[in-house]
């Protein structure tokens, strides 16, 4: 008797889930392919595939689809890809008539051109894409593509119980909502220093809690683009390739938006309290970035991460800062950016899916790097040249004039050769070698040498000059810049080396000038050569005509 009284309070107490009305409710399906390979003519991408991850891994976590309507794809073939969005139809087909409303998301990130997007060999267009789409009922479709050219997809015509704040306010809304990651004539951009691409990075931290610009916790397909869209824009105006304008198309009918996902529903997060602000970097145990945040004053905000250990990086008034912070799940913590240690910036490095790389300060400046640039001169080297861009060569040789931002590696030109900001390897030419800033190598011409900043390594040639200060250059290290000259007519304002050639000019040289007409202002070593000219000296001068 006993035993059936617990059975009945039992079955009392699991009445409202058996009988739930799904009417109410929302059933989601969502298919991801990521492709890094697209073709025999194509770069391979590092992350589109990584890309695909993250996105199932947020909607997986905060999406409400369940496991057996997602399917993720890695590298697919036209056929499997079609094999999938079948498998989803079928599945569609099946709960339709259970639930009030069901939405389908696809998303694909890899190569793709003006007609199609591209898997390995084959090209599956946009317009067959759309068709077999259209053909899965759902209420609600949502294509987001993070390739190249994607924007021609918008000019083509043609039983688990949910998580609760899948029954919101869009019930009545149907149609289709298309979201790419540039305009029809643009490349889509990755970097290492996100270890993704833009757009797909910004619609993750986006849907994490970032795009929440409204505050209620609830993250909208239109708070996602329009926050995937200025981040994006902001993220690549200063790339090689330019600027990258995600696309939207959107035709639907009703009234509110559609929810994608639900900060409240997630087991834990990050608070980040209204008078917080800077832009903060999160990244997880393994160092993926899994959000990125500009938090301005004035509004509270939250990220919804799952449980574990995360790593929070904030750039604020051009300072950087960084620490640990541990996530329970079932509990949401707040930020304390007093635990946040401050560290000195460090140069990455970034590389897009072009052939070229960026190297990138966390305070967003970017280079373009370029292992070998062989040409009369750089325009004729370089597709997407721009003078004003800063460029780091690793090798380079130019037949009549070149420039660069640094130098890491050899350098070479018959006429002139500049380096705006920092060389360290070797320049060789007849006519000009010129270094605006640092020198950490050697220079040898036949004409002139001229260094504006500080040299540790040696000018080898005639008329050398470096112009640096050594108080600049020491400040903060231990170690003193240290430089030699060897040649004709050697001028130096700040070395911690020896001159060793013919009329020596120096202004603070701490080391000993070899040669004929040693003129120094400020040595405090010895000079040893002909007619040695000193107005200050803390060293012994051996020659004739002292």
């Given amino acids: 008797m006993r035993l059936w009284f617990f059975i009945i309070i039992y079955l009392v107490s699991c009445a409202p889930f058996l009988w739930a009305d799904k009417k109410n409710e929302v059933c989601r399906f969502v298919l991801l392919a990521g492709a890094n390979n697209g073709g025999p003519d194509r770069k391979v991408l590092r992350y589109a595939v990584s890309d695909a991850r993250s996105i199932d891994r947020v909607l997986r976590e905060m999406g409400g689809v369940p496991e057996n309507n997602r399917i993720l794809l890695v590298e697919p073939t036209k056929e499997k890809l079609m094999a999938g969005l079948q498998a989803l139809r079928t599945r569609a087909e099946t709960v339709k008539d259970d639930y009030g409303r069901v939405e389908f998301i696809f998303y694909y990130s890899g190569h793709s051109d003006e007609e ?19 053909q899965i009922p759902a209420d609600m479709h949502i294509m987001i593509l993070d390739s190249c050219s994607s924007g021609a997809l918008t000019r083509v015509k043609g ?56 505050c209620d916790g609830r993250i909208t397909l239109n708070e996602v683009y329009q926050f995937a869209y200025q981040e994006t824009l902001s993220g690549t105006e200063k790339t090689v390739s330019g600027p990258q304008h995600p696309n939207y198309d959107i035709q639907m009918t009703g009234t509110g938006d559609v929810v994608l996902t639900d900060i409240r529903e997630n087991s834990s997060g990050l608070i980040l309290t209204r008078n917080m602000f800077g832009r903060y970097f999160i990244r997880d145990k393994d160092n993926q970035l899994v959000a990125e945040v500009n938090k301005k004053q004035g509004y509270p905000l939250d990220i919804g991460l799952s449980a574990g250990t995360y790593q929070v990086s904030l750039l604020k008034n051009d300072n950087y800062f960084t620490g640990r912070v541990n996530l329970v799940k079932g509990s949401f913590i707040q930020l304390d950016e007093t635990g946040l240690r401050q560290e000195k910036k460090e140069l990455t490095l970034a590389r897009g899916n072009r052939p070229v790389d960026r190297d990138s300060t966390p305070a967003g400046e970017e280079y373009v790097t370029k292992k070998w640039v062989v040409a009369i001169i750089p325009e004729l080297s370089l597709p997407a040249y721009d003078p004003a861009m800063k460029l780091i060569t690793r090798n380079h040789v130019y037949l009549v004039y070149g420039k660069c931002t640094r130098l890491k590696g050899f350098g070479f030109s018959f006429g002139g050769d500049v380096v705006e900001e920092e060389m360290r390897g070797f320049q060789c030419g007849l006519c000009v070698n010129y270094v605006r800033g640092q020198v950490r190598g050697a220079q040898f011409t036949y004409g002139l040498n001229y260094v504006k900043g500080t040299i540790r390594g040696a000018q080898i040639g005639t008329v050398n000059i470096c112009s640096g200060s050594a108080q600049e250059a020491v400040k903060g290290e231990k170690k003193k810049p240290k430089g030699s000259q060897v040649g004709i007519v050697n001028i130096s304002r700040s070395l ?26 400020g040595t405090r070593g010895p000079l040893v050569g002909t007619v040695n000219i000193s107005r200050r000296t803390k060293g012994v001068m051996v020659g004739v005509v002292n």
């Fill in 159 to 214: 039983g688990t119980k949910q998580p609760p704040f899948l029954l919101h306010s869009s019930m009545n809304i149907k149609g289709y909502a298309i979201m790419t990651s540039s305009s029809a004539d643009e490349v889509s951009q990755e970097s290492d220093n996100i270890g993704g691409s833009f757009f797909t990075h910004y619609i993750v931290s986006g849907l994490r809690g970032a795009a929440d610009s409204t």
């Fill in 496 to 521: 911690n080396g020896a001159d060793v050639g013919v009329v020596n000019i120096a202004g603070f040289l701490a080391g000993p000038m070899v040669g004929v007409v040693n003129i120094a202002k």
């Fill in 116 to 134: 199609g997007i591209l898997l390995a060999s084959e090209r599956y267009t946009y317009r067959e894409l759309r068709e077999v789409i259209k």
